[in-house]
């Protein structure tokens, strides 16, 4: 007779009640879990997981006070052993890649199905990288991204004019080049930061530390 492996241990991290009750609800009818506890913001769900109660922590981004990704990369050096599996509605860049970096074993939206999320959890317990289709793609997406350093010297000036509020007329002069070079410019390094506007381009310049 094989024995039984003990129950997943889950600490559930989210500011909203009734987010907490469904997720609770969801796992404490699963003799494979166990819901050991509940926190509302990011410091709470740290003192928790820290003293090696938890297994998975379910944890969302937005809270007030301590967020999801400040708790995931305290959690990374204090309880090491932790898989953190974020649980949250948004899936853009600034949410997705931030919190992927500071160490959360998977990401997957508030929409995934009951059962998505089971596997989820069984599969974060284990060490294996769980993403929702639309975090997969920010994340690759930053990893086939040119290196910073790739931006040509004249696509750096251009860069910094623009920083500048200078526009493609005034660069053209100052850099004796026609109107059209500039757009061209403009047009590559927008490829190369993955960027689609010149606010956007001025902003990830800055990021990457190309504009200081």
Do not use: C, W
Not at 70 to 83: N, T
Not at 132 to 142: E, F, I, M, T, Y
Not at 145 to 153: E, F, I, V, W
Not at 171 to 199: M, N, P, W
């Amino acid at each position: 007779m094989t024995r039984s492996q003990p129950p997943i241990r889950l600490l559930i991290v989210d500011d909203h009640p009734i987010v907490r009750d469904g997720l609770r609800g969801i796992f404490s009818g699963d003799p494979g879990f166990e819901v050991v506890g509940e926190a509302a913001d990011g410091a709470e769900g740290v003192a928790r997981a820290s003293d090696g109660s938890a297994d998975v922590v379910l944890m969302d981004l937005r809270m007030p006070g301590m967020g999801g990704v400040e708790a995931i990369r305290l959690l990374r050096d204090r309880a090491p052993q932790v898989r953190v599996l974020v649980l949250t509605t948004y899936d853009t860049d600034a949410d997705v890649l931030p919190a992927v970096e500071a160490g959360a074993t998977g990401y997957l939206l508030k929409d995934a199905p009951r059962e998505e999320l089971i596997r989820a959890v069984r599969a974060a317990h284990q060490g294996q990288t769980v993403l929702a289709p639309s975090a997969a793609a920010k994340v690759l997406g930053r990893m086939r991204a040119p290196a910073a350093g790739s931006l040509t010297d004249r696509e750096l000036e251009v860069l910094r004019l623009v920083a500048e509020g200078t526009t493609n007329r005034e660069a053209a002069r100052q850099l004796f080049i026609s109107e059209a070079t500039v757009k061209t410019h403009l047009l590559h390094l927008y490829d190369k930061l993955g960027v689609r506007d010149r606010a956007a381009a001025v902003s990830e310049g800055y990021k990457r530390g190309l504009l200081g």
